[in-house]
């Protein structure tokens, strides 16, 4: 189960608002371009999306994940 905290809630509800430098972790991700999990990491292991490792966590830059929605739309 996906635990959502504050940031999380106010990363998907400003999304439009955030710099492009931010970095978001895969649940935000997720629920922002309604895709699995998953589907990031093949996305990763082709070259459409570049992962960011922060300890072990996995996150991905909001101006990549927009440009990303922008090219599925």
Known sequence: MTSFN???FDA???FDKLPDSMLLDLNE???IAKR?????YRD???????????G???RIRVGELRRFIGMAA
């Open 6 to 8: 504050q940031k999380s």
């Open 12 to 14: 998907i509800s400003q």
């Open 29 to 31: 991700a997720s629920i």
């Open 36 to 40: 699995g999990r998953a589907s990031f």
């Open 44 to 54: 990763f292991k082709a070259g459409r999306l570049s992962a960011i490792k922060v």
């Open 56 to 58: 072990s966590s996995t």
